[in-house]
């Protein structure tokens, strides 16, 4: 499978999930904050965002149609270098992630549904 992922990669592919990605968050409001939201580049191959309530915010997505996930078991807070503190901002953010569906075949109407139904919840935790 990885083989022919690399074979049939097309750098096409990857502009149109940018601008599908780009769309969607066109429809944010204007301080909105999302990890990784900063980057120069991006390429949209997930699309966490952080929100108030996860649960709630995922049930609501779930009554209109799209799938999000909560979390991801392969992430985890590390221990800041001073070992007198804790990674209280990383532990804030893993615990208020929500992966949202995203992928470069969802229609543009469907992108900015999405958009509008999670905007009131994105939740500003970084500068």
Partial sequence: MLYRRLSQYRTET???RQASG???TRHFPNDA???GCHA???TFWIFPICVSNPLQTRLRL???GFDA???SSSLIALPK????ESPTEAQLVLSKILY???DVSMPSKDLIRLAHLVAPDITRISK
């Fill in 100 to 102: 949202l569906p995203f």
């Fill in 33 to 35: 904050w999302w990890p």
């Fill in 40 to 42: 120069k580049k991006h």
């Fill in 81 to 84: 270098a001073d070992k007198n």
């Fill in 69 to 71: 996930t909560l979390a």
């Fill in 22 to 24: 780009y769309k969607l």
């Fill in 62 to 64: 779930k009554e209109h």
């Fill in 14 to 16: 990857i502009k149109r």
